[in-house]
């Protein structure tokens, strides 16, 4: 089955970028999405296919995929973003079609 | 508004039954792809299992032979029948919906319960 591969944490100070990567093979050929979650809550979708964002989200987040990479960047980060984050993708050729990545834990310095 | 509200966990011993349920407002559940995500204590979150509008349904290794996807479409509920209970099944469990978006596509989890914690535990 389709693996996605996540740095366990990035550690980033308030009001730089923060890029977190999600690998898998040929990701790039895939439809990439991206979920925010803090402590005690449930998922929240923050990009949707490689680089769109639902209503609500702020244009700092962003999204790009290539090759055999994604990467979610969170530019101007603020001490509100620190959460778990988990790309996920499709895999249509397997019978587990749903797959998450480890997730990554951004810290807010 | 999209609503979805998970019930029916609980602490279980090995080996039990338990079945979750998932009331679904706003939306029709039959007409969209529907999942089960469990998250087990300070780990990630893991894919449990799907049943897409057509009716298939799709198990993740670990829970398949165990666990069995189902919806009623007069409640527009979702359930997710948990047989056979390990330790290892201990999680929080979520139901989200993933919008129908035609045969070629592959879309995102865009609402999430709130989650229902099962604990399996003698």
């Known amino acids: 089955s389709y693996v996605l591969t996540q740095p366990p944490s990035v550690s980033v100070a308030p009001g730089k970028t923060a890029r977190i990567t999600c690998g898998g093979n040929?990701?790039?050929?895939?439809?990439v999405h991206w979920y925010q979650q803090k402590p005690g809550q449930a998922p929240v979708l923050v990009i949707y296919?490689?680089?769109d964002r639902p209503s609500g989200i702020p244009e700092r987040f962003s999204g790009s995929n290539s090759g055999n990479t994604a990467t979610l960047t969170i530019s101007r980060v603020e001490a509100g973003d620190e959460a778990d984050y988990y790309c996920?993708?499709?895999?249509?050729?397997?019978?587990?079609?749903?797959?998450f990545g480890g997730g990554t834990k951004l810290t807010v310095l | 508004e999209v609503q979805l509200v998970e019930t029916g966990g609980g602490l279980i011993q090995p080996g039990g039954s338990l079945r979750l349920s998932c009331a679904a407002s706003?939306?029709?559940?039959?007409?969209?792809?529907m999942s089960w995500v469990r998250q087990a204590p300070g780990k990630g979150l893991e894919w449990v299992s799907v049943?897409?509008?057509?009716?298939?349904?799709y198990y993740a290794d670990s829970v398949k032979g165990r666990f069995t996807i189902s919806r009623d479409n007069s409640k527009n509920t979702l359930y997710l029948q948990m047989n056979s209970l390990r330790a290892e099944d201990t999680a929080v469990y979520y139901c989200?919906?993933?919008?129908?978006?035609?045969?070629?596509?592959?879309?995102?989890?865009?609402?999430w319960g709130q989650g229902t914690l099962v604990t399996v535990s003698s």
């Open positions: 296919y490689d680089s």
């Open positions: 989200a919906r993933a919008p129908y978006c035609g045969g070629d596509c592959y879309p995102p989890f865009d609402y």
């Open positions: 040929n990701i790039g050929s895939k439809s």
């Open positions: 706003g939306f029709t559940v039959s007409s969209n792809y």
């Open positions: 049943i897409y509008s057509g009716g298939s349904t």
């Open positions: 996920q993708v499709w895999d249509s050729s397997s019978d587990h079609p749903e797959v």
